[in-house]
T-cell receptor
Framework: GAVVSQHPSWVICKSGTSVKIECRSL??????MFWYRQFPKQSLMLMAT?????????EQGVEKDKFLINHASLTLSTLTVTSAHPEDSSFYIC???????????????FGPGTRLTVT | DAKTTQPPSMDCAEGRAANLPCNHS???????VYWYRQIHSQGPQYIIH???NNETNEMASLIITEDRKSSTLILPHATLRDTAVYYC???????????FGTGTSLTVIP
């Protein structure tokens, strides 16, 4: 089945530095990918939609200058957390949709997530 | 924003059927019902989806009411490995707008 990978799986960084997280669709192309953030014991919160060849679309309340998204190719999207602070520590998950035949439905394939800890 | 409501938690005895309800009273005609589950610190895993008709696969069954305002996910013979948070999601046939609600934390008890 379709696979989405993320790299790194975990990262620890110092406050004020930037961190880049990669999301790849391994066996299918994705013109759109999604980035989520999940705090402990909470649900996944959609942060932004990554669009290949155009600017990302951010959800209300998400700072686009802090969370930079680049959809470099049909299989790669990156999320850069700029000037990270301890409150940015979270579990970041990406997903890519793939059509389910002719039904009109899409299955979202999720990456395994990246655990970011800012000290 | 999420268009679904689910009970926050449920228990189920191992080997019994687990029935997880979901309300989506504002669902639109072009929106599918999807179910995913998330085991601790992993990415969500697809279970099943449906539009109007009931659906069954190797993992579960999905029962959608005739008015499409609610659905039930059925795990026919729950095992300890089914302990997870289960999310019901309503999303249009564009692949976008995939918002998670609060989900149901299912605990399968030995």
């Amino acid at each position: 089945g379709a696979v989405v990978s993320q790299h790194p799986s975990w990262v620890i960084c110092k406050s004020g530095t930037s961190v880049k997280i990669e999301c790849r669709s391994l066996d299918f192309q994705a013109t759109t990918m999604f980035w989520y953030r999940q705090f402990p014991k909470q649900s996944l919160m959609l942060m932004a939609t990554s669009n290949e060849g155009s600017k990302a679309t951010y959800e209300q309340g998400v700072e686009k200058d802090k969370f930079l998204i680049n959809h470099a190719s049909l299989t790669l999207s990156t999320l850069t957390v700029t000037s990270a602070h301890p409150e940015d520590s979270s579990f970041y998950i990406c997903s890519a949709p793939r059509g389910l035949g002719t039904s009109g439905a899409y299955e979202q394939y999720f990456g395994p997530g990246t655990r970011l800890t800012v000290t | 924003d999420a268009k679904t409501t689910q009970p926050p938690s449920m228990d189920c005895a191992e080997g019994r059927a687990a029935n997880l309800p979901c309300n989506h009273s504002t669902i639109s005609g072009n929106e599918y019902v999807y179910w995913y589950r998330q085991i601790h610190s992993q990415g969500p895993q697809y279970i099943i989806h449906g539009l109007k008709n009931n659906e069954t696969n190797e993992m579960a069954s999905l029962i959608i009411t005739e008015d499409r305002k609610s659905s039930t996910l059925i795990l026919p013979h729950a095992t300890l490995r089914d302990t997870a948070v289960y999310y019901c999601i309503v999303s249009p046939n564009t692949g976008n707008q995939f918002y998670f609600g609060t989900g149901t934390s299912l605990t399968v008890i030995p």
